[in-house]
């Protein structure tokens, strides 16, 4: 790809802040118009800070109004449907969340019933640090990382019941790498729903090819059917659940954001809570040695009904390096992958190895490059010390963007961005891209 002269040009940089505020619904933004019409978890707290950068208390309310959606039982679901949409399925009615799971019975916003990768902390905490001590007061601070606490104990405990240090996830939905080929095996076990009648809406604005296929969705459905069935309860969602997987990318995000909220609850003077967190971040660590397969020198995913490694190398596989969660030589062997499949011309970083036999350079989470996991890995790398690589793969991600657009992902190729335009949380990496040095 040619580069670009200026990656910083103030149009794009004035572009990324027009398209926050054109997705802007009143204090959330949704990920982009119609495809995605509500607000989503992990895009809502990458999307916070986008508008840090210029408009600090905006910043601050997005992550209030995500908040809002959260359950009594401290889980944070990964859509919050603030208002209807005729233009998205499945929505809130298909979800149907039972009125006793939410807080505050009235004033509740309707949910989906599972979570999503909970890089909030560590958003908070950026904004913590970048920020000016008159945007949020601490007491206010200190109840958004209780909450945040909250969330992450509720993981720990309905998605890993047995103190392992890894939790499942139940959904592809909730990894946020939906189709990716690391579920394809465990997606076997799920048969398709009954539901015959059902009508996509995503097919009916983005081309197919983007976008998962007929019988991956059947099993979403059916999945979410049998989550609903159960009421969304794991004390309810038995041990034989078609679906239950180790994501490694959800593990090292969580890990990532124990150790923000850990730095943040020490201002505090939190101690127990401190406490609790580093226990978690301890048994954690140990935890991650079981994903790392040292025959090819790679982490991987893990299915929990079979117990197997998935040994498909997908972006996901790199996180542990955001989770400051990998030992020198893990690092070192991350990093050859990495070049080599840089070697061979290929941008950093598809979500999907190009050497993987089912990679699809346009199909969604199957070989695209997404920009705000290319944020995180760039942010391990140099976090780690491996500057250049960071560098370069900071570089390319500003280069994609400026080329060719603000799309929801990109051919590792650089020819063409695809799904969604005008997509938020591409516009906050891109500022958030532009100020790391
Ligand atoms: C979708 O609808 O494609 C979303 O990724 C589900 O969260």
């Known amino acids: 790809m040619k580069p670009k002269e200026n990656l910083y040009h103030n149009s794009l940089i004035e572009e990324a802040h027009s398209i926050l505020r054109l997705n802007d619904r009143g204090g959330y933004t949704v990920p982009t118009e119609r495809l995605y019409p509500y607000q ?29 959606g959260q359950w009594a039982n401290g889980m944070l679901p990964h859509i919050i449907f603030h208002q209807d949409s005729p233009d998205y399925f499945p929505n809130a009615d298909v979800w149907n969340v039972p009125k006793k799971c939410f807080l505050d019975k009235v004033e509740h916003p309707q949910t989906s019933g599972i979570s999503q990768p909970p890089v909030l902390a560590t958003c908070v905490r950026k904004l913590q640090e970048a920020g000016k001590e008159s945007a949020i007061n601490s007491s206010e601070l200190k109840q958004i990382c209780m909450k945040i606490l909250k969330w992450h104990r509720w993981f720990w405990s309905a998605r890993d019941p047995e103190n392992t240090g890894l939790v499942s996830i139940l959904h592809p939905w909730e ?145 542990p390096l955001f989770g400051q969660l990998a030992n020198d030589d893990q690092v070192l062997r991350m990093v050859s992958t990495l070049e080599k499949w840089a070697e061979q011309q290929f941008l950093l970083v598809p979500s ?63 020819e063409s961005g695809f799904g969604g335009d005008s997509f938020s949380w591409t516009a906050a990496v891109y500022l958030i891209l532009c100020k790391t040095g």
């Open 352 to 414: 999907t190895s190009p050497f993987d036999t089912n990679y699809e350079p346009q199909r969604y989470w199957r070989g695209p490059i997404w920009p705000h996991v290319n944020w995180m890995i760039s942010e391990g790398l140099k976090e780690y010390g491996h500057n250049e690589l960071s560098k370069k793969i900071r570089m390319q991600t500003l280069e994609l963007i400026s080329k060719l657009g603000f799309h929801e992902y990109y051919h590792p190729l650089g």
């Open 40 to 68: 989503w978890n992990w895009d809502s707290a990458i999307c916070a800070m986008g508008w840090h950068h210029f408009d600090e208390a905006r910043a601050w309310n997005e992550i209030r109004m995500l908040l809002k």
């Open 175 to 319: 990894s946020g790498m939906d189709n990716s080929p690391a579920w394809d095996k465990s997606l076997v076990r799920v048969p398709p729903t009954l539901n015959s009648s059902y009508k996509r809406q995503d097919t009916s604005l983005i081309d197919s090819s983007q976008r998962p296929l007929q019988k991956e969705y059947d099993r979403y459905l059916y999945l979410v059917e049998k989550l609903r069935e159960k009421e969304y309860d794991s004390n309810k969602i038995s041990q034989d659940f078609p679906f239950r997987v180790i994501d490694i990318g959800l593990n090292s995000i969580l890990q990532r954001s124990n150790l923000d909220l850990l730095a943040l609850m020490d201002q505090f003077g939190m101690i127990s809570e401190c406490h609790e967190l580093k226990k978690r971040i301890e048994l954690a660590r140990d935890a991650f040695a079981e994903l790392w397969d040292p025959k090819h020198e790679h982490f991987y995913n893990r299915d929990e009904i079979s117990g197997e490694l998935i040994r498909v190398s997908t972006s996901a596989c790199f996180l």
